[in-house]
């Protein structure tokens, strides 16, 4: 599906105008492979398996069809979506909501434990029509009946083995068995045991459509894979040269362990960096902190253990590090599956000490993919870089700016014939760079 003639493009879709209007506002023109194959299946009312990983635009799969579906004068709730964890339920209802901009009267609201409850039985009160949530609260509401569902008419299960593995798959049953007979369910799951097919025949209906989309066609031909061969000692001056020299604007980097995090994160907001640690030993509030700003870009590194990446779904990730060789073969394809999202191109880096090199031969045998081996940047390719950045912002500056007041300003300076031009523009670049870029060359 590489090719854009054999792309879908929205405007060719059925879909509602007003909802194309904001998904080419936030910059898509082509549907990924999922996109195009469930959202027919949806918009026709049809039950739907999908078998897909993270970052193949599943949100906008099932968010789309389901904004579309929904009656904006009805002031009662007519979908529910179910996720394993509150990061995966509050970026689902922050994506769906964005797809909805354009939609006037449509309510979406997350729901999930550690909140305070009376404020999302008011926001439910209020007449909500999506509900993103976590099973054990979704249920907890229903309990309470604060969730009535009869005018439910669409279920979506995403991440479906990643919540049957949190141990949801009572409450899940529990949830479907509540719902009306007559109503779409569609269910997105990385991988397909036997519970999970359990659960599509009991509560699907026997028609139901299977779309599956294999791990190497959505995770690793978008991405640029590198490795380094580096010594142990070295590792952290390679990674901030590499971080230097390709500057991506937002970055996650892997490691193996707690400890690492914390030590990584330290030295490198110690290096002047915008970097935050997250692993399991962080308490629910420290977590949701740093996810907002990492979020928002007010971060612009995320150094995180694979445990504690499980929730995280960021789009615009432009490079993905593996600080350490991951454990486990599969957190390779988890960890740059991070990046290169929804059509874009991303970049993952390897550090590979000694004998970790046949831990990436393995990555290379078992995903069909080949890392290629590169040469660090030198100090030196790392400032002309940086200059190179700086001279451009100059460039773009003198094409789309009104200079006329600072030329006649710096004219006046000029005459005064202290110093030349070209040592004013010196002394502007080198403020700008710093001083330690020219003094590491």
């Known amino acids: 599906m590489d090719s854009v003639e054999q792309q879908v493009s929205y405007r060719e879709s059925g879909i509602d105008e007003r909802i194309i209007k904001a998904v080419e506002e936030m910059g898509f023109e082509y549907m990924t492979p999922i996109q195009a194959q469930a959202i027919p299946v949806m918009l026709a009312g049809k039950d739907l398996i999908g078998q897909a990983q993270t970052g193949t635009g599943k949100t906008a799969a099932f968010g789309i069809p389901l904004i579309q579906g929904i009656d904006t004068q009805l002031r009662a709730l007519q979908a529910i979506v179910l996720c394993p964890t509150r990061e995966l339920a509050i970026q689902a209802a922050e994506e769906i909501r964005r797809f909805a901009k354009y939609i006037h009267g449509l309510k979406v609201l997350p729901v999930y434990g550690g909140q305070d409850i009376t404020r999302q039985i008011r926001s439910l009160a209020g007449g909500t029509q999506i509900v993103v949530g976590t099973p054990g609260r979704v249920m907890d509401h229903m309990r309470r009946h604060t969730i009535k569902t009869a005018q439910v008419k669409t279920v979506v299960l995403d991440e479906a083995d990643e919540m049957l593995n949190m141990g949801f798959r009572e409450d899940i049953e529990t949830i479907l068995k509540d719902m009306p007979e007559e109503r779409q369910t569609a269910l997105f799951s990385a991988t397909m045991p036997k519970p999970i097919l359990d659960i599509t025949r009991e509560y699907q209906k026997p028609d139901a459509e299977y779309l599956k989309m294999t791990p190497k066609e959505v995770t690793i031909p978008l991405v640029k894979q590198a490795y380094y061969q580096v010594q142990r000692k070295d590792k952290e001056e390679v990674l901030t040269r590499l971080m230097d020299y390709y500057h991506p604007k937002r970055s996650l980097i892997f490691c193996n362990t707690k400890r690492m995090v914390d030590e990584l994160t330290e030295h490198l907001k110690d290096r002047g960096y915008q970097a935050e640690g997250l692993h399991g030993d962080l308490s629910q509030n420290q977590r949701d902190t740093v996810m907002n700003l990492f979020r928002s870009g007010r971060t612009s590194i995320l150094i995180a253990t694979d445990v504690a990446a ?87 500056t003198m094409q789309n700016k009104n200079l006329d007041k600072t030329i006649e300003f710096l004219q006046e300076k000029l005459a005064e014939g202290e110093y030349t031009a070209l040592e004013l523009a010196a002394a502007f670049m080198k403020m700008k760079m710093g001083d330690r870029s020219w003094k590491r060359c």
């Open 310 to 396: 499980r929730g995280i779904d960021v789009d615009d990730v432009e490079a993905v590090f593996n600080y350490d060789v991951p454990e486990d073969i599969e957190y390779y394809v988890h960890r740059i599956g991070r990046t290169g999202r929804a059509g874009k191109t991303g970049r993952s880096f390897t550090l590979v000490v000694g004998r970790e090199i046949f831990k990436l031969r393995d990555i290379e045998r078992v995903c069909h993919t080949k890392i290629k081996e590169r040469n660090i940047p030198s100090a030196a390719d790392i400032t002309s870089v940086k200059a190179e950045k700086v001279l451009g912002e100059a460039l773009d």
